[in-house]
């Protein structure tokens, strides 16, 4: 899997709800960095999106990524469930070992 394949399989099974496979994508010490918050942990990340997070059936819509060996960013829009654009986003996706290790979101 290349590094553009991991972050496009990781928004898919995010919006699919399939949390096993997204499991399988982040390092155990996955960190995502957020404009409100920080979730540290790949087990705290996995909790809040399938228990916590405000809307869990959201669509993300790839606008254009751009990589490296390491890194990924992509441009999106964020959908409610009711196809509703919530809101754009650029998320630094870094890789270790075809898994993510970090996501840095950037929202607008």
């Known amino acids: 899997m290349t590094v553009n394949d991991v972050v496009e399989e990781y928004y898919r099974v995010l919006d699919e709800g399939e949390y096993d496979r997204l499991q399988e994508l982040l390092t155990e010490d996955f ?5 409100d918050m920080t979730i540290d942990g790949r087990d705290e990340f996995l909790n809040f999106m399938a228990e916590d997070r405000p809307e869990k059936t959201t ?41 993510i290790n970090t996501i840095r979101t950037y929202t607008g």
């Open 59 to 99: 669509t993300h819509e790839v606008n254009d990524l751009h990589s490296t060996d390491e890194t990924v960013v992509v441009e999106g829009t964020l959908y409610k469930s009711s196809g509703e654009k919530w809101f754009s986003f650029a998320d630094v996706h870094k890789i270790v070992d075809s898994q």
């Open 31 to 35: 960190v995502h960095q957020r404009p």
